[in-house]
């Protein structure tokens, strides 16, 4: 049983680490199909196979370095069997070897006048050690009965709450149901009053359910019950049960719950990613605003849907920001990224689904003494030969990860030009496209035609000695609150450039604020927003003296002569493409547009990088934006976002269909 807990415990942690490695580097429905070796592991009672990988060869060494004589691979489980009643040949050996150490101790004792004279007046003496080994395996048999009913009891009593939630969420749904129709011949659909959010329920005749206030327009409602129908391909329905199971059949465990949470919040990524294959990646953008939308009216939490046995189409404020991350930037699954994904799979699964190597030499003979311990070395090398090559393929993954972050961008991965390119040179200093971890780095969003998103600039010398020593003095004050309110009620803005540090990404507001959140994925969403205004002057001085990178002010957008149009997409096959206008009837409108424009919280990231809009004012000033080049009509300004919606509805077609030089080809 201990052996167990060892190993699935190890197994789920690597899971949980490779689910944070791979979160933007593989498809979601592989990543999320790695949770099966835990559920294998957890339900399955495979028979046991010696292997030298075993992470119990180490527990194995460990004891017998700490000096335990009585330990041999696998004691704990002979020990058991044998304090329970069973007969077992070596733990007689070892009694025997125990008693002839008692006897001698016995003998010394005795021959001294007064111990015997004590013994022979205190026959209670006499029988100590008797009642010793009488008492001592009943006591152990009654620690086991008690550990053994309170396992059962957390068994009953989780298995009764999820039961008791399945129930009464059932009859609740029985009781205003109403049939609207059936998906593809297949699954019906009912509305219901009060439920919150769309969901698939029903372990034997699984339905959806939604809710009849819910203000979904023709589109939406398509893409919901596409999504739910996804949810029932992938059996997602019965999968939430088996979770279940495991939380009741292991509640004594907090990294079978974490591993719960985390494989619920990995199934709707994976059901975003089989939703987008099945409407079309195209549609990814009206998709995320029906998630947006349908999170909105959200009333349970993801523990509650998950206690329901049932899948739901939105979930929390954290969860539901890397969905549509993750919807915007599909990850692109490498070769080298899958095959090194398999290895670590491999190696893992024989650290933890196998046992320890039992070689009959390691067992201590009767009579062993101190002088004549078990050779060790050979075990012990073994075990560090493997954990070299464990360590190696642990470096080599995470090169590969590394070579491969450029392109799982969904718009540049289809320019592989453009994606090899790690850096950039802006008004002669080298940008790099991704940060060192060790150094302050300074992420800006330069208003040019570039290949990436975000690059940053790495200070040096002195420069980056006073960015350190400033960033180490910055501690976190760590909040939960899911609502950003302490941005919003602030009423904060952002200056366009981030800091970056040892994993952390800091946002810089105006004022001197610092805002970040907690990469830790155990914590639900944690945030911090803390004040360091000497950092925030030494950075904004640095990117203005060496970059000439500073914030622009929009209401300065006014005489416009011209307005020229720089732009490489995927909406013009990765072609370069420029054209100047001067109209000034069209002028007259971008002014209309820009300079009234309103401020994007958290930026946009819709492809900004590939269109870089020049406009030339009268006083012989130049304003550069980067504009989206999807249906979003919103601009960026050296990393500050802006909106300036030319229509009611979404779109930005209105804007691209001046410059009727570029050949566009719309996909969206």
């Given at each position: ?13 690597f ?5 944070a490695?791979?979160?933007?580097r ?27 990988m ?5 527990v ?13 691979p696998?004691?704990h ?6 304090q ?7 733990a ?5 070897e ?10 010394q ?17 006499l ?6 080994q ?30 008791w ?23 019906p659909?009912?509305?219901i009053?009060?439920l ?5 329920t029903?372990?034997?005749?699984p339905?959806?359910?939604?809710d009849?206030?819910?203000?979904f ?19 997602d ?12 059949i292991y ?6 719950w974490l ?18 294959k099945?409407?079309?990646e ?6 995320a605003?029906t998630?947006i939308?349908?999170?909105?009216m ?33 990850p ?28 009959g ?60 390119s790690e ?26 035609l ?6 940053f ?27 950003l309110?302490v ?9 366009g ?14 004022g ?16 911090s ?41 995927i ?17 007259a ?18 492809g900004?990088e590939n ?21 979003c ?12 919606r ?6 930005n ?16």
């Amino acid at each position: 049983m201990i052996d167990h807990i060892i190993t699935s415990t190890l197994l789920i942690l690597f899971l949980l680490l490779l689910s944070a490695l791979l979160e933007k580097r593989i498809d979601p429905c592989l990543k999320y199909a790695l949770w099966l070796l835990a559920v294998v592991k957890l339900l399955i009672p495979l028979p046991a196979f010696e292997t030298h990988m075993s992470v119990l060869n180490l527990v194995d060494q460990t004891a017998l370095e700490s000096g335990d004589t009585d330990y041999r691979p696998g004691a704990h489980t002979d020990t058991a069997l044998t304090q329970s009643g069973t007969p077992d040949a070596s733990a007689s050996d070892q009694n025997l070897e125990q008693n002839a150490l008692d006897q001698k101790t016995s003998d010394q004792k005795n021959s001294d006048p007064n111990n015997l004279n004590q013994n022979v007046l205190n026959p209670a003496f006499l029988d100590q050690n008797a009642s010793d080994q009488q008492t001592a395996p009943i006591s152990f048999f009654q620690i086991s009965v008690i550990l053994t009913a309170l396992w059962i009891a957390g068994i009953l009593l989780c298995g009764g709450i999820f039961l008791w939630s399945a129930v009464r969420f059932r009859s609740w749904l029985l009781h205003d149901r109403i049939l609207t129709g059936r998906y593809r011949d297949k699954l019906p659909i009912f509305e219901i009053d009060g439920l919150g959010t769309p969901c698939l329920t029903g372990v034997f005749a699984p339905a959806i359910y939604i809710d009849r206030k819910a203000h979904f327009d023709e589109e939406q409602l398509a893409y919901i019950l596409a999504h739910e129908y996804t949810h029932f391909r992938h059996r997602d329905h019965l999968w939430t049960v088996v979770r279940c199971i495991c939380i009741c059949i292991y509640w004594y465990n907090p990294f079978v719950w974490l591993a719960a949470y985390r494989s619920a919040n990995d199934c709707e990524l994976a059901c975003d990613a089989g939703t987008l294959k099945r409407i079309g990646e195209e549609n990814h953008i009206q998709y995320a605003r029906t998630l947006i939308l349908a999170a909105e009216m959200l009333s349970q939490t993801p523990g509650m849907r998950m206690a329901g046995y049932r899948t739901g189409a939105a979930g929390g404020m954290q969860e539901m920001k890397k969905r549509i991350r993750l919807i915007k930037n599909r990850p692109r699954t490498r070769i080298a990224t899958l095959a090194a994904t398999l290895v670590l799979c491999c190696g893992i699964v024989g650290c933890t689904y196998g046992s320890a190597v039992h070689d009959g030499g390691t067992q201590d003979p009767p009579g062993l003494t101190d002088d004549a311990q078990p050779d060790p070395p050979i075990t012990r090398t073994n075990t560090e030969t493997l954990t070299n090559a464990e360590i190696n393929t642990e470096i080599h993954i995470e090169n590969t990860m590394t070579e491969s972050e450029t392109e799982i961008n969904t718009e540049t991965a289809a320019e592989p030009e453009s994606a090899q390119s790690e850096s950039m040179v802006y008004h002669g200093i080298t940008l790099y496209a991704d940060p060192e971890s060790d150094q302050v780095c300074i992420g800006v969003q330069p208003s040019e035609l570039r290949d990436h998103m975000e690059y940053f600039y790495i200070p040096s010398g002195d420069v980056q000695r006073r960015l350190i020593s400033l960033m180490e003095h910055t501690r976190p004050d760590w909040q939960d609150d899911g609502d950003l309110s302490v941005i919003v009620k602030k009423g904060l803005k952002e200056t366009g450039y981030e800091l970056y540090y040892k994993g952390y990404a800091y946002t810089v507001f105006e004022g001197g604020y610092l805002y970040t959140t907690d990469p830790d994925p155990e914590h639900d969403f944690a945030e911090s927003l803390v004040r360091n205004e000497a950092l925030c002057d030494l950075v904004r001085q640095v990117l203005s003296d060496e970059l000439g990178y500073e914030q622009v002010d929009i209401t300065q957008i006014h005489d416009i002569v011209s307005a020229k149009l720089d732009v490489r997409s995927i909406f013009t096959d990765w072609k370069f493409y420029s054209q100047t206008i001067t109209d000034q009837k069209i002028l007259a409108l971008f002014e209309d547009w820009f300079s009234n424009a309103t401020y994007i919280l958290w930026g946009a990231g819709c492809g900004n990088e590939n269109a870089c809009l020049e406009l030339t004012l009268a006083d012989g000033n130049v304003i550069r934006l980067s504009m989206a080049t999807d249906s979003c009509p919103n601009f960026g300004v050296n990393g500050v976002y802006y909106d300036y919606r030319p229509k009611a509805s979404w779109g930005n077609t209105e804007f691209y269909q001046y410059f009727d030089e570029i050949p566009w080809k719309w996909t969206l």
